[in-house]
Every structure is written in C-alpha cells, then in structure tokens.
C-alpha cells in the first residue's frame, strides 16, 4: 500500500471524481479513504457544495405526495371519488391533449366540485368559443326514472327564468346516459366564501346583495318555481356585491325527491331550511323567504341563526326556536333590517312577507334611504318610535365627539394664554369647515403647534370616516351624496 | 450529456406545435408533478389538486406559442412566471372561476394564504426538486446497483457509511467513493438539464 502522505492530494479526488484515475488508482485512493476521514471529508466537498448534498438528501426522499403522483398520473384510474370518477369515466375521448374528454359538444377541462346531486365540470364549448359550467346528475340519482324526469323538468323551468340574478342555462340535456345542465362559468366568489373571510358585512352590502337576491327569487317565483336551496354557498358574486347570481335551481327538488323524502336522510347542510321543510311538509314560494331571512341573518352576523351539534337539533330549532337576536351580535345593524329578517323568519309561512317582489321593493327603498337618508325616508311600514343608531345618531355623536375636542383644545390653549376667538365658538367652526377641512388659524411655536396638527388631523380623519349628509336646503342632490370630491366632480 | 433524453433540446420549440403530443406529454411530465405538488402543499386534496394542475397547465399551454426563443429570457424563468401567473390567478381570480353551484373544492383553495413571492419561491422549489429527481432517475440508470445503493442509502436514507459498507459487503472507503462519484455525476446531470429546460 502507498503511504498516505502520496495519496492526499486534492487533484487526485477531482480526477478520481472525474473517472479520470486508472482502476488501479482508485483501488489505491478507495483504501485510503478507508483510514482518512479528511480526505474523506475533502471528497465530499469536491463532488459538490454542502446546498446540493442537502438539496439531494432533501428532494430524493419520497414524501406522501410523491406516491400520489405516480399512482394518480400513471395510466392506473386516477385516486378520484367514486362520484367523480364514475362522472369522468362516461366522458368521450378528445384529441385535445389538454381537456379530460368530451361531453356532447363540449370539451370539459376539469372538475369545479361535487356534491350531494351531482358534479359540477369546467367546460368549454368551442362552437360558440366560451367557458361553461356543466352539472352532471350524479350517477346514483340518475339511476332513478322519477328523479330524471323531475331534473329535466325543473331544468326547463329554470331556463324559463330569464333574470340577470338567476343563474342562465344554456343548455340541458336529459336523453344521456347522465343528464345535464350547462350553464356559464360565473365570476366571483359564493356568498358564502365571502361571509367565511369577512363574516359579518356592511349594513349597504347587505341591502346590495338582500335586493338582488330578492328580485333574483321574485322571477323565479313568477314563473312558479320554489328553488328550495336559498343558502350562501348558492350566492355567486360576480366582482363585489353589485351583481349576484342565485345558483342551484332545479337540482334541489330533485334531490329531495330521490332520496330525502324516500329515505329520510339530509342531504347536506339543513341550516338554511324552512320550518315547513325541516317538518317534511310541502313548501311554497313562502319558504324561499324563510331561507332568505336565514341568508340575510347570517350576512348580518356572520353566523347561522339556527346552531345545533347535529342536522336534526338544527331542524328542530328551526321548527321551535327564535335565533338570537341580531343586534346582540351586531349593534351595527339597523333596527329596521332585524325587523324585516325577523318578519321573514316568521315560522307560520302567512306571518311572513308575501312575496320576494315585496322585499325587494322595500329592501330597494331602504338601501336609498341608507344612502341618502335625508333624500329618503325609510319606508313607513318600518318605522319604529326608537331609531337607534341611524344615520341621524351617527351624525348628533361625531358633533359630540368633535365638540369635545375643540373644547379640550380650548383649554389646552387657554392654559397657555393663547387668544383665538374662534375657538370659543366650537360649534360653528365644525359646522361650517365640515366640507373644506378644518382650518386652525394659531401660529403657536413647538409642541403646542403639533398638538394641534395633531387634532386637526384627528378631527378630520373623524370628519372624513363617516359620510356627513349635506344639510337640507336648495342644493343639487348630487351634492347630498359625498364629500368635497363628489362636489368638485358633479360641478360641471 | 450522453445521458440526457435527445428530445431535450427542442422541447421547448416542440411544444409550441399545438399538434405535437409527444412533447407535450414530455413538457407535462416535468410540469405536471411540480404544479401538483404546490397544491398538495397549499393543502388541497387529490382531486382538486389535480384540477389546480390541469387549470394551471391549461393557461401554460395558452401562453406557449408567444414564448420566442431570446438569449436573454431563459424560458423555465418566463415559464415560472407563466405558472406562477396562473397559480396566483387559480387562487384569487381563480375566485372568478368559480362554476355554479357551491364547492368545498373553492372554499379550500380560496381560503389558503397566499402570496407572490411565497409561490414563487415554491415553484423554484419544487422545480428544483424535480429537478433532482429526474436526474437522480438518469444517474441512477447508468450505475450499478451498488454504487446506487451506496448512494442512497447513506445520503437520502440517513445510514452511516459503516452500516451500509457491511451491508453490501464493501469497505467504508468503497461507499465513500462510490456515493461521492455519484453525487459528482448527478449534480453535471442536474445542471445540464437545467440548461436545456432553459
């Protein structure tokens, strides 16, 4: 054997990791490193950076995902749920490359979601170059003749309604071995997502979206058609809350046809259900409003009104119980609104309001007054002896709050012997500086200079954080609606 | 390398015919498991990961034919930015592309945290890991099974040199130089096929 000191050397390992050594070299400089841990060491460090031994140890070593990936992306059947899969596996062969088959004239690209009725898949249909969403009947329901024909019934009865806030249907079809339903690809997030991620909404949001929802379910209800599912999850927003769609149409009635009322057994979520539905009882256009009521609670709190460990004890509180009430939750909430939720939750369906048209005209009428509260009255049949935290009382309490600042500063200023008129007349210098910002005519040195920076600061942040109504008079309307900068706009 | 899939070079010019297959095939192949895995690790389940891929990858495909081979854009940079793009737009516009109906699928993805820079360094992540690991499947083939063994078993798996020399009946120093050449070979391996995926 060589000595080591011959055998230590860095450009052999590089040659030796290059494969440029001779076998007998290698043989020579392998029993080496059987007794040198430097060079040993040295060797690692020469086949590469510490990042790439760490990167190898790190990515080579299979995870859970990985084993995944080879059972779901070699030719075996993809790990899909049965429903899915049995969906899938009824598609038609395509040539293109990047969809999963064909459905009719469609190309489906993918799978949105599933549920209780059926499978929802992404779709486009070249023909007429769009994106569609298309609902297959889910296997097992479509097995069932009445549940067939009661899906391509309430199908056609759902694209009878023509309304920018019911969901369109494009197409339907019932003869396939899976009927379905195509319909466009909505923007936006659910109703519910929106509530998941904020919770409770703004008291104009709700109006917003309390006004579509209703004049939504007032076209279906015209052309006789009880949707029966008026829950969050079946609110699509379309960017924001300006327009909304309600979803689901049809599908509903033909679920509980099949399997609910046969078996017994809750599909899904019962929370957003009526008191004659939790009973088993028919229903009418009526129950939709009950939903609605439940819609409109849970956007004003950002919970559900009728909370219980199990879908039974949920149907019992809301054959029995009273939600709690709103304002508990959220004194945000005008008496008015907790007053119209309250008349929809009406358990006996003649106590309730008789039509979404109603709501929808008294919703709209509520919302103008919410945004222009001087322009407009709240409907009559709403009014109420106490008027809590109305727009009014908004109003009365930052000319409290402003009142008490200028006052201290007042006395602040007083205290240094600062002499400014105005200050004394507290009230009109809040009053009439409303629209332009306060202006605060003392030149005091230093500190005292900042601290009234300060509150000046303070006093129109409180001024340009709530919307100050234009007081009543002979002014232009538009100038009612906002600040100085909507004036400026609307001038000309 | 002599190692290195002879579609390598091209595949990038070969999946910009929208009637070549094969080399979408391919593309997807390294694609495929990178996008699929970001969703796993977002938390999504089988399914929907697979439906986030398959969106992802769509816009991919959409994007392809502007891609132009250009010296200074190297093209797994413009295609992370492309998936990135998508990964983003699946998750938050991703919103707009809600279907009817509701769906634990897009209650999931929508609530996951996310961020630019954060899936960004996710993508590179995974694709390194790819990366990795489509060399290690090329070096792995060219080797004996000793010398893989040796590879394996002592930095992937964790086990002394010692444990495993006795094991495959070998001395220590035959390991180490075994699983030093190899490591050598895999990191000319992960860099070459960088550079042709750019």
């Given amino acids: 054997m060589m000595p080591n000191t011959q055998t230590c050397q860095p450009e052999r390992l590089e040659a030796f990791l290059n494969g440029k050594l001779s076998s007998r070299d290698e043989e020579l400089l392998e029993a080496h490193l059987d007794e040198c841990s430097q060079c040993r060491r040295h060797l690692d460090e020469a086949a590469a950076a510490p990042v790439a031994w760490t990167r190898a140890t790190a990515y080579l070593k299979d995870d859970p995902f990985d084993l995944e990936v080879i059972s779901g992306f070699s030719d075996e059947p993809l790990a899909l749920p049965p429903q899915i899969k049995q969906v899938l596996d009824v598609l038609g062969a395509t040539d293109d490359p990047g969809m999963l088959g064909r459905l009719g004239s469609y190309e489906v690209s993918g799978v949105v979601g599933a549920g209780g009725m059926g499978v929802v898949l992404k779709a486009f249909d070249r023909p007429l170059d769009r994106t569609v969403a298309i609902k297959v009947m889910a296997p097992h329901l479509a097995t069932s003749g009445a549940a067939r024909q009661r899906f391509s019934r309430e199908a056609r009865a759902a694209a009878a309604v023509i309304h920018p806030n019911v969901i369109a249907i494009y197409g339907v079809s019932t003869d396939t071995p899976l009927p379905y339903l195509v319909m466009p690809y909505v923007g936006g997030a659910s109703l519910q997502k929106r509530l998941d991620t904020e919770g409770a909404l703004p008291v104009a949001d709700i109006l917003r979206i309390g006004i579509q929802i209703a004049s939504g379910l007032a076209a279906a209800h015209n052309q006789g058609l009880v949707h029966r599912d008026i829950k969050p999850a079946n609110i699509l927003l379309d960017q924001g809350v300006d327009r909304l769609v309600i979803t689901d149409f049809g599908l509903a009635r033909t679920v509980d046809d099949a399997s609910v009322t046969r078996t017994g057994v809750i599909a899904g979520t019962p929370q957003y259900m009526s008191p004659e539905q939790a009973r088993g009882e028919p229903v009418d256009a009526r129950s939709d409003l009950f939903s609605f009521g439940s819609v409109l609670y849970t956007a004003c709190t950002g919970r559900v009104p009728f909370r219980a460990e199990s879908p039974y004890g949920v149907l019992r509180k809301i054959t029995d119980n009273v939600p709690r009430p709103i304002r508990e939750l959220n004194p945000q909430i005008p008496e008015w609104l907790c007053n119209i939720i309250n008349r929809l939750h009406a358990k006996s369906a003649e106590d309730r309001f008789q039509s979404a048209e109603e709501i929808s005209q008294l919703l709209t009428q509520c919302l103008a007054h919410l945004t222009q509260p001087t322009v407009h009255s709240l409907p009559k049949e709403l009014h109420k002896p106490r008027k809590v935290f109305g727009v009014r009382a908004r109003n009365a309490w930052i000319v409290v709050v402003a009142g008490v600042l200028v006052f201290s500063m007042y006395f602040l200023f007083s205290q240094k012997t600062v002499e400014s008129p105005q200050v004394s007349r507290s009230g009109p210098i809040i009053n009439t500086s409303s629209s332009n910002g306060i202006v605060l005519p003392w030149e005091q040195p230093d500190s005292t200079t900042k601290w009234a920076d300060q509150l000046e600061t303070v006093l129109k942040h409180i001024e340009q954080s709530i919307i100050l109504p234009s007081p009543p008079g002979p002014l232009s309307p538009s100038t009612g609606r906002g600040g100085a900068s909507d004036d400026l706009r609307n001038e000309r | ?198």
Avoid: C
């Fill in chain 2, 1 to 198: 390398m002599s190692n290195m899939p002879e579609t390598r070079d091209s595949l990038i010019i070969q999946i910009q015919d929208p009637d070549n297959r094969d080399a979408w095939d391919a593309f997807t192949q390294i694609y495929r498991p990178i996008l699929y895995r970001l969703a796993r690790a977002r938390g999504l389940q089988d399914a929907d990961a697979e439906d986030l891929t398959q969106r992802v990858l769509m816009s991919v495909a959409r994007a392809i034919p502007q891609w132009q081979k250009n010296p200074n854009t190297r093209f797994r940079h413009w295609l992370n930015r492309i998936a990135k793009n998508a990964i983003l737009n699946a998750l938050t516009r991703g919103r707009t592309e809600i279907g009817v109906g509701g769906s634990e699928f897009l209650n999931t993805v929508n609530n996951l945290p996310y961020s630019s820079n954060e899936i960004e360094a996710q993508i590179e992540n995974e694709y390194q890991r790819q990366l990795y690991r489509r060399a290690a499947e090329i070096v792995r083939d060219s080797v004996n099974a000793d010398t893989w063994l040796a590879f394996l078993n002592t930095v992937v798996e964790g086990e002394s040199t010692e444990a495993v020399a006795t094991r495959l009946g070998k001395t220590i120093g035959n390991v180490h130089a075994a699983r030093s050449r190899l490591m050598r070979r895999l990191q000319t391996v992960v860099k070459d096929l960088m550079e042709a995926d750019e």
